[in-house]
């Protein structure tokens, strides 16, 4: 609870919000071999995205809905990808072919062959300077 509400303060976010999310964010990474500090750091990255981005609340919720359901299935599908998260964090697509390390067309064709690994691409995506 401590690090949402740090979150929350820094970034302004509404605390219930961020707090709700998180709780099903962690509930999905279970299943997912992702860290404990690789989850912290890609729902930090997140957070301090829709601050940058200055999302919503309702736009944040998309965006992190959107996250939960890759770690969920496990696998990076162009449904979430494109039409959710897409929809959401500006750059979205681009942000995830820079960290898998391919062009565009290639992420496209890893995502249907379902070779896209959510548990290898989020912390990735965390560390990029544009979320």
């Known amino acids: 609870m401590e690090f ?4 929350s303060n820094k970034y302004g976010q509404d605390l219930i919000a961020l707090t709700d999310s998180y709780a099903k964010f962690t509930a999905a990474a279970k299943g997912s071999s992702i860290s404990l500090e690789d ?18 609340a309702d736009t944040t919720r998309e ?7 890759m770690m969920s299935k496990g696998k ?7 039409r959710q998260l897409g929809n959401t964090l500006p750059g979205a697509f681009n ?24 548990s ?6 965390a560390v990029n300077p544009a979320i």
């Open 63 to 69: 965006m992190m809905n959107a996250v939960i359901q």
């Open 95 to 118: 942000i995830f072919a820079e960290a898998a390390g391919v062009s565009t067309a290639e992420l496209e064709k890893l995502m249907r062959n379902g070779e896209l690994l959510a």
């Open 76 to 82: 990076i599908t162009a449904e979430e990808l494109r």
């Open 39 to 56: 989850q912290e750091k890609i729902y930090h990255a997140l957070t301090r995205a829709a601050a940058t981005y200055h999302l919503s």
């Open 4 to 7: 949402v509400r740090e979150l």
């Open 120 to 125: 290898d691409i989020l912390p990735k995506v």
